[in-house]
Structures are given as structure tokens and as C-alpha cells.
């Protein structure tokens, strides 16, 4: 259940920065979208380790 959570919110961030980058297509700010991605992808995969045991 915590994984098909994580699953949903990692999919709902990326479909609001999509929606983000279509309004807005500026180099700059695909930047930023992809090292919020990464740092949320990071977040995620050490928080589902964190709680596996």
C-alpha cells in the first residue's frame, strides 16, 4: 500500500509540473522541474528503503 502511495503522489508531481512546463517552456525552469523530479525521486526511494524492514 505505502508503495502504490508513493507511486501516486511521485505521478501527481509530475503531472502538475507537466501542466507547469507546457504553460510555461523556459529553459530555466525545465532546470528547475528536473532537479525538483530528482530530488523528490531520491526522497521517495530513500523513504521506501527507510520503511521496508
Known amino acids: 500500500m505505502k508503495f ?3 507511486f501516486l503522489s511521485f ?3 509530475i503531472g502538475f509540473l507537466a501542466v507547469l512546463l ?3 517552456p523556459r529553459l530555466d ?3 528547475l ?3 525538483t ?3 523528490a ?3 521517495t526511494i530513500l ?3 527507510e520503511h521496508r524492514d
Request: glycine share 8%.
Open 33 to 35: 522541474v528536473g532537479i
Open 47 to 49: 523513504t521506501l528503503r
Open 4 to 6: 502504490f502511495l508513493a
Open 11 to 13: 505521478a501527481t508531481l
Open 41 to 43: 525521486l531520491w526522497d
Open 22 to 24: 507546457a504553460g510555461v
Open 37 to 39: 523530479l530528482l530530488l
Open 29 to 31: 525552469l525545465f532546470c
